[in-house]
């Protein structure tokens, strides 16, 4: 575990110990443990072995004034806020791509292979085009009062106001 977060700390050195251990247990296999005993999370720890993986976790990054959901850390002044769920790096039966977009300093993500006629960051990666089992909603959000675009996992946008469903992450 020590080692698995000294490589977390290398590719991303401005994360907090509460980070690393979000990201780690992002990381992690569910549910994978045979007989994990009482009180265990039941995951099975991962580190990269130099091939990429084809599932990923996607997660919400907030620099103070705009929001962006990243599979890896965006740089700059952004810290992480959270794990969304679980995103795939290649196209799957189901899935359709789940774009990143800029307008002026603001990233949102979008459906929509052009975002929406705005800036095009390229692709984050592949969701599932609708809900099945081991699934969950990734919603589209906008915070009132200022149009800066967010992601959530909360139907109600957690207060702010909801644009819709981007599509479905893996649990």
């Known amino acids: 575990v020590a080692g698995a977060a000294a490589l977390i700390l290398a590719a991303n050195p401005g994360l907090t110990p509460a980070q690393v251990a979000t990201v780690m247990?992002?990381?992690?296999?569910p549910n994978i443990v045979?007989?994990?005993?009482?009180g265990s999370p039941n995951r099975l720890l991962f580190t990269s072995t130099g091939?990429?993986?084809?599932?990923v976790v996607l997660y919400r990054f907030y620099n103070g004034s705009d929001?962006?959901?990243?599979?890896?850390?965006?740089?700059?002044?952004?810290?992480?806020?959270?794990?969304?769920?679980?995103?795939?790096t290649t196209q799957v039966s189901g899935t359709v791509p789940?774009?990143?977009?800029?307008v002026g300093a603001d990233y949102f993500t979008s459906r929509a292979s052009?975002?929406?006629?705005?800036?095009?960051?390229?692709?984050?990666?592949?969701?599932?085009?609708?809900?099945?089992?081991?699934?969950h909603a990734l919603y589209r959000c906008v915070v009132r009062g200022n149009g800066q675009h967010f992601d959530s996992t909360a139907g109600n946008c957690e207060g702010q106001i909801t644009e819709g469903v981007l599509g479905y992450l893996l649990d």
Do not use: D
């Open 98 to 102: 789940l774009m990143q977009c800029r």
């Open 51 to 55: 091939q990429p993986p084809s599932i």
């Open 67 to 88: 929001h962006i959901s990243a599979t890896g850390s965006p740089g700059g002044s952004y810290r992480l806020e959270g794990s969304l769920g679980r995103i795939h």
């Open 25 to 29: 247990f992002g990381n992690a296999t």
């Open 34 to 38: 045979t007989n994990p005993g009482t």
């Open 114 to 135: 052009n975002c929406e006629g705005q800036v095009v960051a390229g692709v984050i990666g592949f969701v599932h085009a609708s809900q099945i089992s081991g699934t």
